[in-house]
């Protein structure tokens, strides 16, 4: 409410600008130096640390957070760039809690871990604001890279190329670099304009050219990239974003996710973006935890996520979940929808139906729930959309995304894949970087076998 009276329908400026700014703030607010410390002594410096093995880069953690402890923050930052360049912004928005700190010896011992991505953050942060580059671009090879998508996967491509001297082009189709790190992560888990800074320090080594505005299947082509460059990556992540199938899904208020997020990522004043009084959001992973969450910081009354399976199927952590319903969002499980209503084209609510699983497989029972809405997200899922490669060479797809070897090889020669636009990924940004950082190895290595090296 801004007046008094009860807000209806879809609307902006639902929030003072105080309570703008308060509920966008920093999610998780830099540690300073004696925080950092005491985070830092906490950790057991293990030998075999299991933590290691939960991180998709291999980061060295316990030397990170040793070198924090003995104040060499340069060092530590140093050691976390060496096998993830985009570590401070996977020290924002990776699930920790699912990886590196779920497998901490201190949360078995006592169910709190050591703050591992907070600790990663601390030291990241401090060389990027000290400008501080630990990587030189090696001698001019002669190589030509082109890079297609320049999300995590494109730009720790990228990077590792140019330190090996290979001068890389990467063209993406939006009007800025950063992928779902500029487009897709809430604004509350990356204030300040912190992705962009990231795409800045990542291209500061040189030899990388960025072209925004290009897009595979548009502009360029496969076969056309694969005559002008040596060899090729492909990172373009997801583009397809999946529909409902039910009656009344395009009604004026049924919005895809991820758009929403994106087009609030780059409001340069979250007042102008309007949000409904009761928004539904339809979804069980990150996409739909950001939605809610959001929808509920620009004003929205109610947000509730319905979800077709039980809690703990979801692919949001119970940490993000639990991020949620402190900010007031109800998850509602045990629902899919069946048909949004509407009124002169505009959504004024959802049916749903209560589903069971039965002999293995997920069913509706027949018994059915109404809720009021004026906005529905759509948070399902995306898909890889395959039409860029309608005109050749045809790269082998694999559960409707492209497959890869271990070295991320496609079927085609000279081309790469990494990414969320991979088969067997877990569409997380930290296995994009890991992917992109080894696809850039494999190329390098491809160039030396070819000249004999």
Request: proline fraction near 3%.
């Amino acid at each position: 409410m801004t007046d008094g009276r009860l807000d209806t329908g879809v609307a902006a400026g639902r929030l003072s600008a105080e309570d703008y700014a308060e509920n966008f703030a920093d999610l998780h607010p830099l540690l300073d130096r004696h925080e950092a410390v005491v985070a830092a002594d906490r950790c057991y410096f293990c030998y075999d640390a299991p933590c290691v093995t939960a991180c998709p880069t291999g980061i060295d953690i316990p030397l990170f957070i040793r070198q924090i402890a003995t104040g060499n923050t340069t060092g530590s930052a140093k050691t976390i760039f060496d096998q993830n360049i985009l570590g401070g912004m996977c020290a924002r928005v990776c699930p920790t809690e699912t990886l590196c700190e779920q497998a901490c010896v201190r949360e078995k011992a006592e169910g709190k871990p050591v703050e591992i991505g907070r600790l990663q953050r601390f030291a990241t942060d401090a060389a990027m604001a000290a400008g501080k580059q630990f990587y030189e671009r090696a001698a001019p090879s002669g190589k030509l890279v082109a890079v297609v998508g320049a999300g995590p996967a494109g730009l720790a491509c990228a990077h590792r190329l140019a330190m090996h001297g290979h001068d890389v082009t990467v063209f993406d189709a939006r009007p800025k670099a950063g992928g779902l790190n500029e487009y897709g992560i809430a604004a509350y888990k990356t204030v300040d304009g912190y992705a962009q800074a990231e795409v800045d320090y990542v291209t500061a080594i040189g030899g990388i050219a960025i072209e925004p505005g290009k897009a595979l299947g548009r502009d360029l082509s496969l076969a056309g990239l694969c005559t002008s460059y040596d060899a090729v990556f492909l990172g373009m992540g997801l583009a397809g974003v999946n529909a409902l199938g039910i009656d009344g899904d395009d009604s004026e208020g049924v919005i895809d996710a991820v758009e929403y997020i994106a087009s609030l990522r780059q409001a340069a004043d979250l007042a102008t973006l309007p949000v409904g009084r009761r928004v539904v959001v339809l979804g069980g992973g990150m996409t739909a935890i950001d939605a809610a969450v959001q929808a509920k910081l620009l004003g929205a009354e109610e947000v509730t996520i319905c979800y077709r399976r039980g809690k703990e199927s979801m692919n949001a952590s119970e940490y993000e979940q639990d991020l949620a319903t402190s900010k007031g969002v109800a998850i509602r499980h045990w629902l899919q929808p069946k048909r949004i209503l509407a009124q002169s084209g505009k959504v004024t609510g959802i049916q749903l139906e209560y589903t069971t699983v039965s002999d293995g497989r997920l069913t509706g029972t027949g018994e059915s729930l109404t809720l009021a809405a004026d906005q529905v997200f759509r948070a399902i899922g995306q898909s890889f959309v395959a039409r860029p490669f309608d005109d050749g060479p045809s790269v082998a797809l694999e559960g409707g995304r492209i497959k890869v070897d271990a070295e991320g090889r496609t079927s085609v020669d000279k081309v790469w894949a990494g990414g969320d636009c991979v088969a067997g990924g877990d569409d997380l940004t930290v296995s994009a970087v890991a992917m992109g950082r080894d696809a850039a190895e494999s190329i390098h290595k491809s160039f030396n076998t070819r000249s004999g090296a």
